[in-house]
T-cell receptor, first 114, second 111 residues
C-alpha cells in the first residue's frame, strides 16, 4: 500500500506570495490532518479534514486554510506569506477522525519564505 | 491549558533501555497518549498508543500511572538506529480535540 504523498518536497517563496501544498492520503483513509514543524515551536497542529469538511483547527491565523476533495486528497493554502511561515509542513492520514487514531505521516514539504 | 512536556534530550548506549517521560497534567479520562519517532528529513512514525496502565508491542512499552498525568515510553535494548527524536502526543478532547505534541526528546544512542 502506498504511503502518504506530499508535493512538492521543497518550495521557495517570497513574502506576500501565496502557496498551495498537496497531500494524497493512504488509500481508504478518510481523515487528513496538517501540521507545521519548526525548530522553535516544534510540531503544531494546523487542522483536520474529514469527509471534505474541516473538523478541527489549531491556533493559526486565517491565512492558513485548506480543503479536502471527494477522493480524500487534501490541499493546504497559505496566503500573504511571512518569513515566520518558513517551516516543514506535514500532513498525516488516518482511517477515521483524530485524535485517537494512528496517524501516518508524509515526508513533508519544506517551505522557505525569503 | 492543554500541554505536553518532555525532556529535550537524552543519551544512551547500545543494548540499554531508554525511558522517556511525558507530562500531560490536564489529560481527561478519555484522552489517549501516542508516541511517534522521527528521523531527519522524514515524517513522524507511529510507535505505540495507550489509554491506561501498560501497553506493549514489538518495539516499545508504554506505562501510564493511575493518575494519567504522565506517561513513559520504554525502548528496550536500543541500537544505533534508534537515534531519533521521540514525540508524545495527546489529543485533548476538552480543548476541542486539538492534537498537542510534546517538544520532542532527542535520543542519541552511542556505540
Amino acid at each position: 500500500k502506498a504511503g502518504v504523498t506530499q508535493t512538492p518536497r521543497y518550495l521557495i517563496k517570497t513574502r506576500g506570495q501565496q502557496v498551495t501544498l498537496s497531500c494524497s492520503p493512504i488509500s481508504g483513509h478518510r481523515s487528513v490532518s496538517w501540521y507545521q514543524q519548526t525548530p522553535g515551536q516544534g510540531l503544531q497542529f494546523l487542522f483536520e479534514y474529514f469527509s471534505e469538511t474541516q473538523r478541527n483547527k489549531g491556533n493559526f491565523p486565517g491565512r492558513f486554510s485548506g480543503r479536502q476533495f471527494s477522493n480524500s486528497r487534501s490541499e493546504m493554502n497559505v496566503s500573504t506569506l511571512e518569513l515566520g511561515d518558513s517551516a516543514l509542513y506535514l500532513c498525516a492520514s488516518s482511517l477515521t477522525r483524530v485524535p485517537n487514531e494512528k496517524l501516518f505521516f508524509g515526508s513533508g514539504t519544506q517551505l522557505s519564505v525569503l | 491549558l492543554a500541554k505536553t512536556t518532555q525532556p529535550i534530550s537524552m543519551d544512551s548506549y547500545e543494548g540499554q533501555e531508554v525511558n522517556i517521560t511525558c507530562s500531560h497534567n490536564n489529560i481527561a479520562t478519555n484522552d489517549y497518549i501516542t508516541w511517534y519517532q522521527q528521523f531527519p528529513s522524514q515524517g513522524p512514525r507511529f510507535i505505540i498508543q495507550g489509554y491506561k496502565t501498560k501497553v506493549t508491542n514489538e518495539v516499545a512499552s508504554l506505562f501510564i500511572p493511575a493518575d494519567r498525568k504522565s506517561s513513559t515510553l520504554s525502548l528496550p535494548r536500543v541500537s544505533l538506529s534508534d537515534t531519533a527524536v521521540y514525540y508524545c502526543l495527546v489529543g485533548f478532547k476538552a480543548a476541542g480535540n486539538k492534537l498537542t505534541f510534546g517538544g520532542g526528546t532527542r535520543v542519541l544512542v552511542k556505540p
